[in-house]
């Protein structure tokens, strides 16, 4: 029954397929899928173009014939473009050109060759893979856009029941609150307008990356050798396009908050901000990562960071990051902060503050805390906050959870947790000094007993508990909890936290409130570690790249916080 497939039914007339006429068929061209009589085979086919390289075969032996080439990809062999009379015979991957004898003779005998077939057979997996990281990179960026739009969906939510709130608490208002209302519902709607434009621009690329994949596969359905290599590293250049767009050095999103007034409610108002985040640089560390290590700034905007060990580098910034000096404790450093006064102050697994001068001199106590155990630290105007380790009291009801010392080590204020209002899990994980002198911080379980799971609490100066941050709806649930890693207080006041394990930052008010959450792989940050903010307002983030098990610090401009 296959053999009977290879030919027309005995019903059929099989004429030659040049002169129409002649039914006495003798062979077939299989390149131009034509049944020849002897004499067309002879005289015209001859005549058509590259007719030497064509595959003619004797009418019998088709049947074996496409036995034999059934699941082959041979490509055609090519012309030399210099060199008319010689078929091409390598592939040189130094120029990226096909070559015959006398190229490779005259310009090519250095130079890295290969066998056409196995650099097109090559280039056909780079093209399915290629097919492949379109599909992906499509996917994550609409994930990312999804949720961006989740979030101030969300948000947008929560501002109208505020509105709403207020509206009751103000009904002679109440035609104020209802022009509010329809303003943020067309500020929703921008914003939902502007995502779905970026919806749409990222699916009308993943199309011409699917209209260049098809162009690329039908061209090497043809199996012309020429224009298939052509084709993909065309193919290539698009995709890398493509791939870069997907993760930009910048990002910038509008984003809703709303300022209520309820003693002067004509002060009420819905505003429009817009966050940036750009990365200036990327410098490689020669650092191994760990997962306590700290980094922190001094006055002349150089980078101190810790190895997780004994061991603390001074970095400067110029082109690249060198280290200008190398400081060492004995025992193994938790947190280090710099003073305007060029002193490092650092928290060990000692229960001592340690005082470390930048001119070298020998490391010394500057205060033992004993019986409590200091872990974070935040230094500002001379003054230095100090979290503590708790985990070793089973109640932790009015215990010292935080400490206020001045720059000799003196304690200017106790923080006691008053009905464990303040503290509910494990540690005081990293503190953050506002420029009114209140305090925000992470209360944490340690990772290796509570998987970091934690949240966000603010206090004022004196010790009032004001709110507390318990992550966002849309990326953090019963299945992936909050695990707030660091907080860093800006020029205005508001914060920025980190997250274990995500490429997040939470944007916070001073008020707790959520102002957007960033996506930090929307601009090449998928592992971040350790942050700070400089004297110049610059934000610097390490991250690790696990392919390349190398640790990258970045420089980040922000603004609209």
């Given at each position: ?108 005998q ?39 739009a ?22 002679e ?11 943020l ?42 224009l ?103 025992v ?12 490092l ?14 001119n ?5 106590t ?22 503590m ?64 799971i ?74 971040p ?33």
């Open positions: 029954m296959a053999y009977s497939a290879s030919f027309p039914r005995s019903q059929d007339v099989l004429v030659c397929g040049l002169c129409e006429t002649n039914t006495k068929i003798k062979v077939k061209c299989m390149d131009c899928d034509l049944y020849m009589c002897l004499k067309c085979t002879d005289k015209v086919h001859v005549k058509f173009k590259n007719a030497h390289l064509h595959d003619i075969v004797a009418l019998e032996n088709i049947h074996s014939h496409k036995r034999k080439t059934e699941g082959k990809s041979e490509f055609k062999p090519v012309k030399c473009k210099d060199h008319r009379q010689q078929l091409c015979c390598m592939y040189c991957l130094t120029c990226r050109l096909l070559v015959c004898t006398m190229c490779i003779a005259k310009t090519h250095q130079h890295l060759l290969e066998e056409i077939q196995t650099i097109c057979l090559q280039k056909v997996g780079e093209m399915k893979n290629l097919k492949n990281r379109a599909h992906s990179t499509t996917e994550k960026l609409i994930e990312n856009l999804h949720l961006m989740n979030i101030e969906e969300s948000k947008s939510t929560e501002i109208e029941q505020k509105i709403l709130e207020e509206d009751e608490l103000a009904r208002l109440q035609s104020r609150c209802m022009r509010l209302h329809k303003e519902k067309e500020k929703t709607k921008r914003h939902t307008e502007i995502i779905k434009e970026k919806e749409s621009e990222i699916l009308k690329d993943e199309r011409d990356i699917k209209v260049a994949i098809q162009q690329v596969e039908n061209i090497h359905n043809s199996q012309n050798t020429g298939f290599l052509e084709a993909v590293n065309s193919l290539q250049t698009k995709m890398e396009s493509f791939e870069q767009s997907a993760s930009q050095k910048q990002f910038n999103i509008n984003t809703l908050q709303y300022v209520p007034n309820y003693e002067i409610q004509s002060n009420s108002k819905s505003i429009e901000m817009e966050i940036q985040f750009e990365i200036k640089a990327k410098y490689k560390m020669d650092m191994i990562h760990e997962y306590r290590y700290s980094i922190t700034s001094d006055k002349e905007g150089n980078i101190w960071i810790t190895d997780g060990g004994h061991k603390i580098q001074q970095l400067q910034v110029k082109e690249s990051l060198k280290t200008v000096k190398t400081l060492h404790l004995e193994d450093i938790i947190q280090t902060r710099c003073s305007n006064m060029g002193i102050y650092t928290t060990t697994k000692s229960p001592a503050i340690w005082y470390l001068p930048f070298g001199s020998r490391p010394r500057l205060k033992d805390l004993s019986p409590c155990k200091p872990f974070s630290l935040d230094v500002s105007n001379n003054e230095i906050i100090v979290g380790d708790c985990s070793s009291v089973q109640d932790k009801s009015d215990i010292p959870f935080m400490l206020r010392l001045d720059a000799d080590g003196d304690i200017i204020q106790i923080y006691e947790n008053h009905e464990r209002q303040f503290i509910k899990n494990d540690v005081v994980l990293f503190c953050s000094n506002t420029q009114d002198g209140d305090i925000c911080y992470i209360d944490s379980l340690f990772m290796d007993s509570g998987d970091g934690g949240d966000v609490v603010f206090m004022s100066q004196e010790g009032s508990f004001e709110w507390n941050y318990e992550g966002n709806l849309f990326l953090n649930s019963s299945d992936n909890p909050f695990r707030p890693a660091e907080v860093l207080s800006t020029v205005h006041n508001n914060f920025i936290v980190s997250e274990h394990g995500r490429p997040a930052f939470h944007i916070l008010t001073k008020l707790g409130d959520l102002l957007t959450i960033v996506n930090l792989s929307l601009v090449g940050v998928t592992s570690g350790p942050s700070t903010i400089d004297v110049n307002g610059n934000l610097w983030i390490s991250s690790e790249d696990k392919g390349m098990n190398k640790i990258f610090l970045s420089l980040v401009d922000f603004s609209g916080f």
